[in-house]
């Protein structure tokens, strides 16, 4: 059976890949920045196979001892990420959305890169739409999304030489807790359905089903790229 760690596994997108994953036979490992956050996930999942392990991107000797400690790898996802809207104005916020989003995502690709190479594995990032182009709200996350296409690309031309394929999708507007707000408001929600071909949002399993897709021997010529999953409202 393949192993995969899916980071930021625990809620929202994160959750739906690893329930996909999970699906797909894949022995999943699902990190959630927190024991509480880690709990309820376990009480979510009890009749899941899924191993929730608590793990904070911002700390790199845990990340590094996190790694070190499993035996083989096949697969890394890193789905950990907030934003906070307004505040990201503040350099504080700023930095720390930087430091989750982006940096966060490279600690875990470093530290998981000598396993990975070990089994000629796939590493699938979460960029976003707003890898493509500004959101006024959210200065910090755009930037760190922007940063985590560009890294994605990088490291896949760096890493071809040791096997390791990275690619990365982009989401759209998808059905999380962190867009219920948006979803609720028909002031707000309105435009973003408006703009989307499909019409509709997105859900976190069709994330889930492309990452399925990507980290598999059936994507096996594709590295560097960057997948847009958000009905075509970037397309518009």
Known sequence: MKSVVVIGGTRGIGEGVADALAGKGWSVIAT??????????????????????????????????????LDSLDALVNCAGILARG?????????????INLTGTMRCCL???????????????????????GGPLVPAYSASKGGVAQLTKSLAGKWAEDDIRVNAVAPGWIETEMTG???????????????????????????GALVGWLVSAEAS??????YPVDGGYSAM
């Open 32 to 69: 959630g920045v927190d024991d509480t956050e880690v709990d309820a996930f376990r009480r979510a999942h009890a009749d899941s196979a899924i191993t929730a392990l608590t793990l904070d991107v911002r700390d790199n000797t845990a990340v590094t001892g996190f790694f070190s400690r």
């Open 87 to 99: 505040a990201e104005y503040e350099i504080e916020t700023f930095e720390r959305v930087i430091d």
């Open 111 to 133: 530290a998981a890169h000598p396993l990975l190479a070990r089994s000629g594995g796939a590493i699938v990032n979460t960029a976003s739409m707003l890898s493509y182009f």
């Open 181 to 207: 707000a948006l979803r609720a408001d028909p002031e707000r929600n309105a435009p973003i359905l408006g703009r989307t071909p499909l019409k509709r949002w997105g859900k976190t399993a069709e994330v």
């Open 221 to 226: 010529f594709i590295t560097g790229a960057v």
